[in-house]
């Protein structure tokens, strides 16, 4: 039950849900060491 609440917390975490700032999304974003993945743009 306590992963269940968790997973509900994250999808209202304030870092998502402005999508303004991708600062706090950094450590999780991994290298691209090849240059061949995509980058998306937030509008």
Do not use: K, Y
């Amino acid at each position: 039950m306590s992963q269940l609440v968790a997973f509900l917390h994250s999808l209202t975490d304030s870092c998502l849900a402005e999508g303004r700032n991708s600062d706090c999304l950094t450590p999780w974003i991994p290298l691209d060491p090849d240059g061949l993945r995509l980058e998306a743009v937030m509008q």
